[in-house]
């Protein structure tokens, strides 16, 4: 038998083996269909992006171990691809979804089917489009159970529910994207934040409560299990419910310690799961977001966004909502009390021990800069130039012609180049903007499509490490492929012998997103077992496009569980 056809044989076998592990396994089929959608918001009509007319669009629920069908077929004027956020995607690294990374996208008219598995991986994650602004509306939630006969690590709910926050603009948010990308300045901020496709009752003025605002009934006395996501596009959120405390018991689809809070903290691209047990007097609770809006000096929607708890009995016409008192937008040290005090739930099934050995141990400077103007344009970015983004000085360019990933598969040349470096090309003092602008060559960092190489199943450590070149924020930046570990995490410049120190190697919270603290620096770590073409970015829409991404090529391991399978037979393409 030739080599090809071992190799081919070895691929059956080994997604039969993945996907028929277990008699507990499903196949959980349905399909998207993605078209325009009139919807009314803020008293007005408008048109919208959607999947299967609705806003969030459906929520997959599924078991850990069910293998998951979706045929997508794009009606919409525009380019599509979907992201399984956070789905780990062995042995289906084409069904990943980020547009020119993994996949050409699906042309207007066209269609796709994505196939993946979810073993080892218990919690909520989400999917959305990842191409341009399109996940504004194109999102919704993916629900993982335990397998039939396996139960939470917590009590068991009462109830379960699902709680989206988005972000909405009074306009087609492609036309403010690519606006903004013309003339090269920060884009148009957003109109109103929302709660389940709806942006509250303090946006009221012309819908009544009920048709305005999302509301969940409880039962007094009993335990809610809330799955939160933040699906909006370029805001970090406080979420509250009046009166009430969370018990925090997952985070990007992995167990945690339970961790007691009175307020949530969460970036785009993040899911948190919480318990919730109606123990207050019967009434109208609400629940409510804001921004937690780190960079200094920044321009914000600072509005928020409301939901209503409604005990039994108890209706808007007789009782008043409770509103909560949120933190001030830019109460950085309740942010980083929250997002640094999650642990690891170490007796979870799926939990490993981290990784003592470092084979690739990477600085990756993050923030934004600026990229040239361009012969007769009209810039409107700082000093007439264009905003810009990059991580040890590569702003990332995608191709247009073919996928990172397809051209690793086919040894296409010219698509890419392997040379990210594990360490900034200067060392500066990366958090004090008081004399960053001298830094020559940092702040105008040249558009590349830039990625590193690491072998397969080698531990990869990355400390990022935030800039001021211009401005300073927290970067919630997000992983493709993999969960990580969070082993420590500060604000300044990052010191190893003195953050070694506190590595936590016991418990630390495994997550696919991580908010690097505003000024401050985080350290992960994970292991690359599995070949393909990873994605890192920052998961605020509006620095992408500015180049702040990278990305991992992992290398096949040698046998057919650790090669990248072919692409499937309809794999769109990109001419």
């Known amino acids: 038998m030739a080599p090809s056809s071992v190799f081919a044989v070895g691929f059956v076998l080994a997604f039969l083996s993945l996907c028929f592990s277990t008699a507990s396994a499903d196949i959980v089929e349905t399909s998207f269909i993605v ?5 009314n918001r803020l008293c007005q009509n408008q048109v919208i992006t959607a999947v299967n007319g609705s806003l969030p669009g459906p929520t997959l629920r599924v078991k850990e171990g069910d293998n998951v069908i979706v045929h997508v077929f794009n009606q919409s004027p525009y380019n599509l691809t979907i992201h399984w956020h956070g789905v780990f995607q062995k042995q289906s690294q084409w ?3 980020p547009e020119f990374i993994t996949q050409c996208p699906i042309r207007p008219g066209g269609n796709y089917t994505y196939r993946f598995n979810l073993t080892g991986q218990v919690g909520t994650l989400w999917w959305h489009s990842h191409v341009q602004w399109l996940r504004a509306t194109v999102h919704g939630a993916l629900v993982i159970r335990p397998r039939d006969g396996q139960k939470y690590p917590f009590v068991k709910p009462y109830r379960e529910d699902t709680i989206v926050l988005g972000e909405w603009w009074n306009a087609n948010v492609i036309d403010i994207e690519n606006a903004a990308l013309a003339t090269g300045a920060a884009p148009q901020i957003s109109d109103a934040y929302t709660i389940n496709g709806w942006p509250g009752d303090l946006f009221n003025s012309c819908r009544s409560i009920s048709n305005n605002t999302y509301r969940l009934d409880v039962v007094p006395g009993k335990t809610y299990l809330l799955r939160i996501i933040n699906a909006a596009l370029n805001t970090q959120f406080f979420f509250k419910i009046a009166n009430h405390n969370l018990t925090v018991v997952g985070a990007d689809a992995a167990y945690t310690n339970p961790y007691q809070t009175d307020v ?14 109606a123990n207050q007097a019967p009434g109208l609770y609400y629940m409510a977001a804001h921004p937690y809006a780190s960079a200094v000096g920044g321009t914000f929607n600072g509005n928020t966004t409301t939901a209503i708890i409604a005990y039994q009995n108890a209706t808007s016409q007789t009782t008043t909502p409770i509103l909560p008192i949120l933190p001030a937008f830019n109460d950085t040290p309740t942010a980083h009390k929250f997002s640094s005090n999650l642990t690891a739930l170490v007796t979870s099934p799926f939990w490993s021990s981290v990784p003592q050995t470092v084979d690739e141990d990477m600085l990756v400077t993050v923030g934004l800069g ?3 103007c361009g012969s007769n344009q009209n810039c409107s970015g700082i000093f007439g130039q264009r905003f810009s983004a990059s991580m040890n000085n590569h702003s990332f360019a995608l191709p247009s012609t073919i996928s990172v990933l397809e051209a690793f598969f086919r040894n296409v040349s010219g698509v890419y180049t392997d040379d990210f470096p594990n360490q900034p090309p200067l060392v500066f003092d990366y958090t004090n903007n008081s004399n960053s602008f001298n830094q020559d060559g940092l702040l105008m960092a040249p558009k590349s499509t830039s990625v590193k190489k690491v072998k397969f199943n080698s531990t990869v450590q990355v400390v990022f490490q935030n800039t001021a070149l211009i401005g300073v924020e ?8 993999f969960n990580f570990y969070v082993l420590a995490q500060g604000f300044g410049n990052y010191n190893a012998t003195e953050a070694s120190k506190n590595f936590n190697f016991v418990n630390p919270q495994e997550r696919n997103t991580i908010g690097v603290p505003v000024g401050g620096w985080a350290v992960i770590r994970f292991r690359a077992n599995n070949p393909g073409v990873w994605f890192v970015h920052c998961h605020l829409d509006v620095h992408l496009p500015w180049g702040l991404a990278m990305a991992f090529l992992v290398e096949n391991g040698g046998t057919p569980e650790s090669t990248l399978p072919p692409p499937p037979a309809d794999f769109p393409k990109c001419t």
């Open 35 to 39: 078209k325009n959608l009139t919807v």
């Open 95 to 97: 069904a990943d979804g």
């Open 264 to 277: 949530v903290v969460i970036g785009p691209g993040q899911t948190t799961d919480v318990l919730l047990t």
């Open 370 to 372: 600026l990229s040239p």
């Open 474 to 481: 927290n970067h919630p930046m997000h992983l493709h492929g």
